[in-house]
């Protein structure tokens, strides 16, 4: 079992940055992916960045070169600095985990930018 507990979410103007955090209840380096996903209002859920066990980095293409994904295993932590927000980014932002079969979500942290 992992619990995701995610941080960083809030308001802020188109062209801002905010940093989101998610800490996770056991050590992330032998997770087999983690990262964020969200979800827009009538929207489904879609991957926004991942990092793999591999070492791989995963991101949309709607937030390369925007979003950046880091991890410090030694802080059981996974970020997602998010630079040049824009109003199409408002969403709820879900920290996910992968651990042999079974996936992990945290509760959601809202995202909202205005125009």
């Known amino acids: 079992q992992v619990h995701l507990t995610e941080s960083g979410g809030g308001l802020v103007q188109a062209g801002g940055s905010l940093r989101l955090s998610c800490t996770a209840s056991r050590s992330i380096f032998g997770l087999n992916a983690v990262g964020w996903y969200r979800q827009a209002p009538g929207k489904q859920r879609e991957l926004v960045a991942q990092t793999r066990i591999s070492g791989r980095l995963n991101y949309a293409d709607a937030v390369k070169g925007r979003f950046t994904i880091s991890r410090d295993n030694a802080k059981n932590t996974v970020f997602l600095q998010m630079n040049d927000l824009k109003p199409e980014d408002t969403a709820v932002y879900y920290c996910?985990?992968?651990?042999?079969?079974?996936?992990?979500w945290g509760q959601g942290t809202q995202v909202t930018v205005s125009g």
């Open positions: 996910h985990a992968a651990f042999l079969e079974d996936e992990y």
